[in-house]
């Protein structure tokens, strides 16, 4: 069990860097934007600011999925999960990444790294009159799908220690808790 700790503690510090570093696109992709806007109030409008925008938010927001995910940032709808115990949100969970998260990123991955090596080798370029070279943005796709699969990962080996930590324990359900806090 402490393998599989430190495993995922290391998994976590690569998507904590990762994460913070990739925080730092936000600044020049708000440059781009707000350069373009007053270019095209004063009635010169670049080529490439749009479009140059939607790239650089693409890359940024794949960057940054993995850090979503351990900071369980990423959005839920949890109706039915917020009246279960933990084990069996912890279950549901387990089933959930096994089943499609982990399948649908691992079947993303060759097909994204495909993606950057063939617009790499071939130089292709955007359909747009600046055509900038796609093949950064098909990185960082393939990048930040890496560091996505890895805090799945991670996080598939959090709900398995949890399960090997509280194997006899009592379940308990959330308003159970809730009720016992309020009372004390």
């Not at 069990?1 to 994460?19: H, R, V």
């Not at 990739?22 to 707000?34: D, E, Q, R």
């Not at 115990?85 to 649908?104: A, D, G, H, W």
Request: aromatic share 12%; net charge positive; proline share 3%.
């Amino acid at each position: 069990m402490k393998i599989m700790k430190t495993i995922s503690g290391l998994l976590d510090s690569i998507n904590k860097w990762a994460g913070s570093i990739s925080a730092w696109i936000a600044i020049p992709l708000m440059a781009v934007i707000v350069f373009d806007v007053i270019a095209r109030k004063l009635g010169h409008p670049t080529l490439w600011g749009y479009e140059t925008s939607i790239m650089v938010y693409g890359v940024y927001i794949m960057l940054v999925s993995g850090y979503g995910l351990l900071h369980d940032s990423l959005v839920k709808v949890d109706i039915l999960s917020m009246h279960w115990s933990e084990r069996t949100n912890k279950l549901v969970q387990l089933i959930m990444y096994l089943i499609c998260f982990l399948p649908y990123t691992t079947l993303m991955l060759p097909g994204a790294w495909e993606s950057f090596f063939g617009d790499f080798m071939a130089g292709t370029r955007s359909w747009s009159s600046w055509g900038p070279v796609l093949w950064p943005c098909k990185l960082g796709l393939f990048v930040g799908l890496v560091l996505l699969w890895i805090q799945g990962l991670s996080e598939i080996l959090k709900i398995v220690i949890y399960f090997m930590e509280n194997k006899g324990q009592k379940k308990t359900h959330k308003k159970e808790i809730l009720k016992e806090g309020a009372s004390e």
